[in-house]
């Protein structure tokens, strides 16, 4: 008899797994490259989402840097990857920059926007060895 009642406790942590989302943004760039005489930098994202409402070509990263957005690109040959070219002044060692995902799923009766931010990442450039300083 009490073997009858025991998928209800297992009811509440079945309903979660089907309800909750879950989003994620990973920073494929590498915390230090060396430095370019054009003084641009790549990064590169990858953001994943098991959101099954989510309008594929409304989604939009952005990297910020101070007060600056650059808008990224989708790669090519890839899914659900970005990139971009930051640039960096010439003698400055480190740039701090964070990514925001904006998006648009659907929802009853319209679609809706959302965003996802990542937390502060930081680009270290060093110079190459056997490199003059700037």
Sequence with gaps: MKWN?????WLPIWLA????TDSSITNLTPTQLSRSSAGFYPVEIMWETNQRAVVDESIQPVVQVGTNNFVMQRTKMTKNRWE???????GASNLLYRVRVDYQFYDVPVRRSNSQMSPMYELRVVNAP???AP
């Design 84 to 90: 971009a070219l930051l640039p960096l002044e010439i």
């Design 5 to 9: 009642f025991l998928w209800l406790l």
């Design 130 to 132: 056997n490199a003059p």
């Design 17 to 20: 797994g089907c309800v909750v």
